[in-house]
Each structure stands twice: as structure tokens, then as C-alpha cells.
């Protein structure tokens, strides 16, 4: 099981499908590890009673139907499927609308998604999910690229409130790929994930909402950043070393 972890940390984002399978057939008694341990690109599912676009992911699946997070129906319909207590889907209808505002302000579109439901331990688990689709026939705005998306995966295990103060745990992950293929830049592809993990404690007088949004808006700064340095910055480091632009190359005097 180490193994196939370590392996699947290494494989570019748009094979880890393939290789998930690989694993589940070589694996078949870790399955339940695999499928909850290892992140994979977000699909895209329409509810088509609210005309809105939904993210799967393994938090709003039951089987083989994923609950939307609008109508709060399983798609395909299932029956006795879980669903969040009444409370906390009026929190999580309140998350969708908020999240679905951060959204637009740093992304400049895209889909997201939030899901909710209860824990063992009196509390409650958050899932935000972004997906954006940067490619030309996608919903970037810039059209730069041939193929791009960027899937962002929050997930934050809220305690039980004790005096006013709850522990708020986030695990997030990032993956990225960047492909593009014009006379400019050439053919060029860019892919990776990364993962971080913060906990605090944060009094809940201004509402776990609030508390979730100000963990992701600054664990989503830390992670752009990282991204920026290591996967761009070595990028450039390295295609600036064996191919240097023209203007610092000098030629020998004849």
C-alpha cells in the first residue's frame, strides 16, 4: 500500500485514472484505501432541474449516483441514500452560494461545489471543491491554452464546539495541468498535484463559514505560490539554462 501511494503521488494527474485502475486490479483488498486515499480529476455532472452544473468526487457519491449539492438528489436516483442533517444542509446551501462568489472573484469562473455531513465525533466534515477548465474550448477567458484545468479539493473536519472554540483541520490538495501547442510557445505540457494541511483553533462567534472561507483563501495563496516557485520557477530555471535567450548568448570574436 506504501508503494502504490508513493506511486500515485508521481503520476501526472490526467493518467491517474488509468493508473488507479492498474492498482485496483493488482490491489483488490486495498480498494477501499486506494479509492478514499488517492485524489483524482474532478468530473463535471448537470442537475437538470436547477440547470446547474455539479462536481463528483468521492464525498457526494453513494454508490454509483453523486448527490447535487442544489436539488440535494442523487444522480442517478437511489433510494436510502445518506443525506446531511437539516441544519447542516442549510449551512451547506449557504456554502455553495458563497463559495460559488470566491469563485468568480479568483478564478474568473469555473464550477464549484460544497458538501457536507456528519462525523463520529459529534462534528461535521467540509468539502469545497473548484474545478476550472483553462483551455481554448473550455471556460477561460484568455483562451492561451490548448489543454488546462485546475481541480482544487478542500476538505475540513470541523470538532465539536467546546466553549466557544472548535478545531478546524484542512487537508488540500491541488492538480494542475497546462498543455500548449502553437508556433509561439511550441508543444509544451505541465502537470502535477500537491497537497498541504493546516489546523487551528478559531472561536465560532463569527460562524464556521466564515472560519472555513479565511483557512481556504489563505491555504489557496500558500499553495499558488508553491506551485509558482516549483513547478514554474524550476520550469524556467531549467529551460533558461539549456536554452539561453539570444540576447545573453555571445559569440566568440572571429
Not at 453523486?66 to 433510494?79: D, F, V
Not at 457536507?116 to 492561451?144: Q, T
Not at 472555513?212 to 500558500?222: C, L, N, Q, S
Amino acid at each position: 500500500m506504501e508503494a502504490a501511494m508513493g506511486l500515485m503521488r508521481r503520476i501526472p494527474p490526467k493518467h491517474t485514472e488509468t493508473a488507479l485502475s492498474a492498482l485496483l486490479s493488482l490491489l483488490p483488498h486495498h480498494s477501499s484505501d486506494l479509492l478514499s486515499q488517492v485524489d483524482q480529476p474532478l468530473q463535471v455532472l448537470c442537475d437538470m432541474e436547477y440547470g446547474k452544473e455539479f462536481i463528483l468526487c468521492e464525498y457526494n457519491r453513494d454508490a454509483d449516483s453523486y448527490r447535487s449539492p442544489w436539488s440535494n438528489k442523487y444522480h442517478p436516483p437511489l433510494e436510502d441514500a445518506p443525506q446531511p442533517s437539516p441544519e447542516l444542509r442549510k449551512l451547506e446551501v449557504e456554502a455553495n452560494e458563497v463559495f460559488a462568489i470566491y469563485r468568480d472573484q479568483y478564478y474568473e469562473g469555473g464550477i464549484s461545489s460544497v458538501y457536507m455531513w456528519e462525523d463520529e465525533n459529534e462534528g461535521f466534515v467540509a468539502c469545497f471543491l473548484i474545478k476550472k477548465d483553462g483551455s481554448k474550448s473550455g471556460h477561460g477567458r484568455r483562451g492561451y491554452l490548448q489543454e488546462g484545468a485546475w481541480d482544487a479539493i478542500h476538505v475540513i473536519e470541523v470538532g465539536p464546539e467546546e466553549e466557544g472554540i472548535a478545531q478546524y483541520c484542512l487537508t488540500s490538495t491541488v492538480m494542475l495541468t497546462l498543455t500548449t501547442d502553437n508556433e509561439s510557445s511550441g508543444s509544451f505540457n505541465l502537470s502535477g498535484s500537491i497537497r498541504r494541511q493546516m489546523s487551528m483553533k478559531l472561536s465560532v462567534s463569527d460562524g464556521h463559514l466564515c472560519n472555513m472561507g479565511k483557512m481556504i483563501e489563505e491555504m489557496e495563496g500558500k499553495l499558488r505560490n508553491s506551485l509558482d516557485q516549483v513547478y514554474f520557477g524550476k520550469t524556467k530555471e531549467m529551460v533558461c539554462t539549456l536554452r539561453p535567450p539570444a540576447e545573453l548568448v555571445t559569440l566568440p570574436d572571429s
